[in-house]
């Protein structure tokens, strides 16, 4: 199993960035999917996941509006946008894979799987 995260990088506040995430070895069908990030010395926070059932994504508070999940099952693909970036969106993004659920505070019951994640810088 692998989860290749990419696309981010250094933006303005204000700015931009859209993440993938290829999965390979995992049918997305099958699973729950989302995103969580990370700071060095800090707790992993959830930031969104997808819901397979409902064909939508859930989203913790602090991104609610500004982020927006999607996937593309042809692709194998999971996409992040992330909009109107700020200094506290600065992060290691990870995407991940769970075999319990996505809860409707954007968080994985659990991370089965996860990759290298990809890192985001909010800086003017």
């Known amino acids: 199993v692998q989860l290749q995260a990419s696309g981010g990088g250094l933006v303005q506040p204000g700015g931009s960035l859209r993440l993938s995430c290829v999965v390979s070895g995992l049918t997305l069908n099958y699973v729950a999917i989302g995103w969580f990030r990370q700071v060095p010395g800090k707790e992993r926070e959830g930031v969104s996941c997808?819901?397979?059932?409902?064909?939508?994504?859930y989203y913790a508070d602090s991104v609610k509006g500004r982020f927006t999940i999607s996937r593309d099952n042809a692709k194998d693909t999971v996409y992040l946008q992330l909009n109107d970036l700020k200094s506290e969106d600065t992060a290691r993004y990870f995407c991940a894979a769970s075999q319990g659920f996505c809860l409707s505070t954007g968080t994985l019951t659990s991370h089965d799987y996860w990759g290298e994640g990809t890192e985001v810088t909010v800086s003017s």
């Open positions: 997808f819901v397979n059932t409902e064909g939508r994504g």
